[in-house]
T-cell receptor, first 113, second 112 residues
């Protein structure tokens, strides 16, 4: 079947605007992750969803960042009042659960100008 | 929380040579160690993984070794090819956790 799908693939926004990034996980995967990858940097954990449990938001860098996952499937990451330091590639991944392979989408490249 | 250190940050080799990337982790409760390859413009993709009940795993030209006592694990690529050029990430996951902690990545360049 299809892999993890993210949209848009690229997003350019003006400083101060809000943006929404979308992730469609692999069907049947109960776990969904968002990571941020800044230029030349590693993968920074942002938020994790598992089934109907409360999400682990411990990686969100500020209260301008939020995410939701509707119906245990599609997830949206929202960044309010974007800043230039938010420019990065935002990666979504999904997996069957604990200690199993995480499948990544191709990412959304966000540029804040 | 878990901390994963990865070295080197950049590795340049000639085609046919071997490449070794090393990672250390801090949490002794970590028991699953995947390795991901990220090609330009794409998301990371799992290439091999190892669990804490084994010390070594091979898959064709790639192998991973794990030393639980020293809390380090390594990726070995033999007979490197230009298509092996990519960024490689190691990760560690604590037993009972769902969240991988990644190293900062190694940019591997294989010169023809």
């Amino acid at each position: 079947g299809a892999g993890v799908s993210q949209s848009p693939s690229n997003k350019v926004t003006e400083k101060g605007k809000d943006v929404e990034l979308r992730c469609d996980p692999i069907s049947g995967h109960t776990a969904l992750y968002w990571y941020r990858q800044s230029l030349g940097q590693g993968l920074e954990f942002l938020i994790y969803f598992q089934g109907n449990s409360a999400p682990d938001k411990s990686g969100l860098p500020s209260d301008r960042f939020s995410a939701e996952r509707t119906g245990g499937s599609v997830s949206t990451l929202t960044i309010q009042r974007t800043q230039q330091e938010d420019s990065a590639v935002y990666l979504c991944a999904s997996s069957f659960g604990r200690n199993t392979e995480a499948f990544f989408g191709q990412g959304t490249r966000l540029t804040v100008v | 929380g878990e901390n994963v250190e990865q070295h080197p940050s950049t590795l340049s080799v000639q085609e046919g040579d071997s490449a070794v990337i090393k990672c250390t982790y801090s949490d002794s409760a970590s028991n699953y160690f995947p390795w991901y390859k990220q090609e330009l413009g794409k998301g990371p993709q799992l290439i091999i993984d190892i669990r804490s009940n084994v010390g070594e795993k091979k898959d064709q030209r790639i192998a991973v070794t794990l030393n639980k006592t020293a809390k380090h694990f390594s990726l070995h690529i033999t007979e490197t090819q230009p298509e092996d050029s990519a960024v490689y990430f190691c990760a560690a996951i604590r037993g009972g956790s769902y969240i991988p902690t990644f190293g900062r990545g190694t940019s591997l360049i294989v010169h023809p």
